[in-house]
């Protein structure tokens, strides 16, 4: 019990609670950390808890933490470094993750491992965009049976209206900093998104790919009456 509810490491404060409030461990956030201080952060998760998500990190990190902790691995398109020890347990059918284009993809697979470690199952579909409407609709047999969808994109942003248009289920809005210059790195995405005129759009940060992630984990479970343990 010394160690709760949270492990002072002098740099952070390490919350083991998170888990018994939230259902979730706490998730790191890696720019801004030394190697010594994420090595550090990690081993105190890992001593307490069966999963870790440390979001926007690189493979030169990912290989420092992994000398101290081998049983860390990489998500290479969401730049991440992951701990599932109960991976092999059955996950919860119902959030889909869709990326307009290639580009939103870092961002995407963010939301999709941030609701997979939650124990949710997760369909991915990328680059279907607004710019070839056909290669989102051919998807609706897949998207008709989700029980909440995140909806990734930059440029113009219109993906998540175009879905809720088309679907009864809520809509969790990312946009991206993907873009040229009147993109003004996400802020033209997000104002689209904020001004959406279907409902049920609920909007994030951008870039904020775990927030999408969390959020569609959280009303999955809770809709299917599922405890997140």
Not at 29 to 35: A, H, L, R
Not at 177 to 206: K, R
């Amino acid at each position: 019990m010394r160690i709760l509810p949270f492990e002072d490491l002098d740099f952070a404060k390490i919350d083991h609670h998170r888990t018994l409030r939230k259902g979730f461990p706490e998730v790191v956030y890696g720019p801004g950390k030394t190697s010594k201080q994420l090595i550090e952060i990690v081993s105190s998760l890992y001593a307490q808890s069966s999963k870790i998500l440390v979001t926007r990190t690189n493979m030169d990190e990912f290989l420092k933490v992994q000398e101290v902790i081998p049983q860390v691995e990489y998500n290479h398109i969401a730049n991440a470094i992951i701990v599932d020890r109960e991976g092999d347990q059955e996950r919860l059918p119902g959030v889909t993750v869709i990326s307009a284009g290639t580009g939103d993809l870092a961002v995407a697979e963010e939301a999709a491992i941030t609701a997979e470690l939650m124990g949710n199952e997760v369909q991915r579909i990328w680059d279907v965009g607004v710019a070839g409407i056909h290669r989102l609709l051919s998807y609706l047999p897949v998207l008709s049976e989700s029980k909440v969808v995140v909806a990734v994109a930059g440029m113009d942003g219109a993906l998540p209206s175009v879905l809720s248009g088309l679907l009864s289920v809520p809509i969790i809005a990312v946009p991206t900093s993907v873009g040229y210059g009147a993109s003004f790195e996400g802020l033209a995405a997000l104002l689209t998104m904020l001004n959406s005129c279907s409902p049920g759009v609920s909007v994030v940060n951008i870039d904020n790919g775990f927030g999408a992630g969390y959020m569609a984990g959280n009303i999955n479970t809770k809709m299917q009456g599922y405890q997140i343990s």
